[in-house]
């Protein structure tokens, strides 16, 4: 434990660096807690606080930078890739769309603080095209410098009570060591078990494209939901789809009995989204409500047409 706060002492800039830089990439390694320490132990360390703080923004922006690319040349794959690989439930692209379309690049001056929000945001300006590299810079390098900056003051301010905190677990030796490693474990194993229980509740029966083409070429077209945001129907959409956010369930209707059949489908993994408001539809009384099975995406894998 003493060699790990030795390491801290003197590669805190290096440990901060790869740490800030593998989270915004989407590791799951929380960095808010070294920006904390390394804070704490700015007296102890062979940097200031203006350097530590340029180390996490340049972290920061690298990975982002790398994010806004990847989203500028592959588009939507991106964002469909973090929202699968992500540990956080919440961090769906649906939900980054509706805040990023609603607030643009602003809304960078606040995604490190929402959990699962920055990279799935940082791809998401890159894919939407209105938001310059210039402009996306400059409203990531503030957002980042106030996250990174927020969390150097808190460790500074609080450097008193943490140094004990420090000083107790170097005082632990190997058991010290131990428990950083299993609240890191813990962190973890969390994060998987809210993102398995999310999808859990989300089980239920599907409906294949092939199915689903097959009752439309039979005349059998049942009600088609999309519920995807405006932006991601820009590319089309199954013909005879009627738009429904989970945010309209309140006061939505729709033009079909309560037996019968309807289809939802988003461009989520797993069917996130669609399962979700099949749910709802389910509890509205709608008998015959099924999730298609891939989405938008298996759609027009399978070579079916989409309307404008």
């Known amino acids: 434990m003493t060699y790990l706060f030795h390491l801290i002492e003197q590669y805190g800039l290096i440990l901060v660096f790869a740490n800030v830089l593998l989270t915004q990439l989407g590791a799951p390694l929380p960095s808010y807690p070294t920006l904390v320490i390394t804070g704490a132990m700015l007296n102890r360390g062979d940097y200031s606080a203006p350097v530590l703080l340029l180390t996490a923004v340049g972290a920061s922006l690298i990975a982002d930078l790398t994010w806004f690319t990847a989203g500028r040349l592959y588009g939507r794959k991106v964002m469909s890739t973090l929202c699968r690989i992500s540990l956080s439930p919440d961090s769906c692209v649906r939900q980054t769309e509706s805040i990023f379309l609603r607030w643009g690049a602003p809304s960078l001056l606040v995604a490190k603080f929402i959990p699962g929000f920055a990279s799935v945001a940082s791809a998401l300006a890159g894919t939407v095209g209105s938001t310059s590299r210039r402009t996306f810079v400059l409203f990531d390098g503030i957002g980042a410098a106030l996250w990174a900056g927020t969390a150097i003051f808190l460790g500074s301010l609080f450097s008193a009570a943490l140094e004990d905190l420090l000083q107790l677990l170097e005082s632990l030796g190997k058991w010290g060591g131990i428990l950083l490693g299993g609240a890191l474990v813990i962190f973890i194993a969390s994060k998987w078990w809210e993102r ?113």
């Open 196 to 308: 398995y229980r999310f999808l859990q509740s989300l089980r239920m029966a599907r409906i294949s494209v092939a199915e689903l083409d097959q009752l439309m070429q039979r005349g059998e077209t049942p009600a088609i939901v999309d519920v995807r945001s405006s932006l991601s129907q820009q590319d089309g959409r199954i013909p005879g789809a009627v738009m429904l956010s989970l945010h309209d369930m309140a006061n939505a209707t729709l033009e079909v009995p309560t037996d019968g059949e309807v289809i939802v489908y988003c461009a989520c993994p797993n069917e996130a989204s669609a399962a979700v408001v099949a749910q709802h539809l389910m509890r509205r009384g709608y008998k015959r409500v099924r999730p298609l099975a891939g989405g938008i995406d298996a759609w027009i894998a399978a070579g079916y047409r989409v309307e404008s």
